[in-house]
């Protein structure tokens, strides 16, 4: 069955570093465009991150960018974000999706905790 499965939350002091990583399973993973998502508690999930199926297109939101890097490995069908200069706000429960722009189908992980204090 189709599994994503993020590592590599925990807690971290302000201006550290983090690497997510997101393990696909169960579908063509060089065929979907993969993201990350983040959501703050109390607040709407809002995407963070976007990189293309070949892997030659990204795209940041504009409070991450030349903080965070977007990568993939098609042989590994794993997506990864490094999170560099790590702030408060970028508390959050982060997720990744992947999406198949032509046939409409997303999958979702479980999320896995980023949390940003001294």
């Known amino acids: 069955q189709v599994q994503l499965v993020e590592s590599g939350g925990g807690l971290v002091q302000p201006g550290g570093s983090l690497r997510l990583s997101c393990a696909a399973s169960g579908f063509t993973f060089s065929l979907y465009r993969m993201s990350w998502y983040r959501q703050a508690p109390g607040k709407e999930r809002e995407l963070v991150a976007t990189?293309?199926?070949?892997?030659?297109?990204?795209n940041y939101a504009d409070s991450v960018k030349g903080r965070f890097t977007i990568s993939r490995d098609n042989a590994k069908n794993t997506v990864y974000l490094q999170m560099n200069s790590l702030k408060p706000e970028d508390t959050a429960v982060y997720y990744c999706?992947?999406?198949?722009?032509?046939?409409?189908?997303?999958?979702w992980g479980q999320g896995t905790q980023v949390t940003v204090s001294s």
């Open positions: 990189i293309s199926s070949a892997g030659g297109s990204t």
């Open positions: 999706k992947a999406l198949h722009g032509i046939l409409d189908l997303s999958y």
